[in-house]
T-cell receptor, first 114, second 109 residues
Framework: EAQVTQNPRYLITVTGKKLTVTCSQN?????MSWYRQDPGLGLRQIYY???????DKGDVPEGYKVSRKEKRNFPLILESPSPNQTSLYFC?????????????FGPGTRLTVL | KNEVEQSPQNLTAQEGEFITINCSYS?????LHWLQQHPGGGIVSLFM???GKKKHGRLIATINIQEKHSSLHITASHPRDSAVYIC???????????FGKGTHLIIQP
């Protein structure tokens, strides 16, 4: 089944404790992206990647890191989480195809930073 | 940076009604997406448009590039259509996506 998976789905952590949210897709998509969703602000892009070893900042990259060492995986790293990073996070992937690819979303990761 | 505005923010309608959700953006784009987010939180892609009109079942999406405007229509609405509908645009080249804040739709039986 074609899908985007994220782990963990729920995470409660404390300020400053490094964490990684994994994202994996099995559709051989070039484009992968991370978004956060907050009440009243909607979805905002954190980072995206157009292919292996190619990443770029979205609208809200501060406090986050990403890497794209393999085509299927695009982990989101919070080196020193803070309470303002409490949010619902989505990973998505698509074919690049001149930027017109339909987005496939993961199920979301609800992160709480105390 | 593109500004994406959706209207209405909230919409409650009766089953069977024709629904229209609007999306306007400020800067030229290469593609526009309509997404659906159900109460459980999952997001699915409904349409991706760069021009004209697309139809899938009871859903129709249109885009007017000159007016920088898109509409999502739902015909014969049903309670299972209750969800948040989100418009997102991509600029040219390697730009990321910019999202509207969403339209919360409730269809009452």
């Amino acid at each position: 089944e074609a899908q985007v998976t994220q782990n963990p789905r729920y995470l409660i952590t404390v300020t400053g404790k490094k964490l990684t949210v994994t994202c994996s897709q099995n559709m051989n998509h070039e484009y992968m992206s991370w978004y956060r969703q907050d009440p009243g602000l909607g979805l905002r892009q954190i980072y995206y990647s157009m292919n292996v070893e190619v990443t770029d900042k979205g609208d809200v990259p501060e406090g986050y890191k990403v890497s794209r060492k393999e085509k299927r995986n695009f982990p989101l790293i919070l080196e020193s989480p803070s309470p303002n990073q409490t949010s619902l996070y989505f990973c998505a992937s698509s074919l690049w195809d001149s930027g017109y690819g339909e987005q496939f979303f993961g199920p979301g990761t609800r992160l709480t930073v105390l | 940076k593109n500004e994406v505005e959706q209207s209405p923010q909230n919409l409650t309608a009766q089953e069977g009604e024709f629904i229209t959700i609007n999306c306007s953006y400020s800067v030229g784009i290469s593609a526009l997406h309509w997404l659906q987010q159900h109460p459980g939180g999952g997001i699915v892609s409904l349409f991706m448009l760069s021009s004209g009109k697309k139809k899938h079942g009871r859903l129709i999406a249109t885009i007017n590039i000159q007016e920088k405007h898109s509409s999502l229509h739902i015909t014969a609405s049903h309670p299972r259509d209750s969800a948040v509908y989100i418009c997102a645009v991509r600029g040219g080249g390697a730009d990321g996506l910019t999202f509207g804040k969403g339209t919360h739709l409730i269809i009452q039986p």
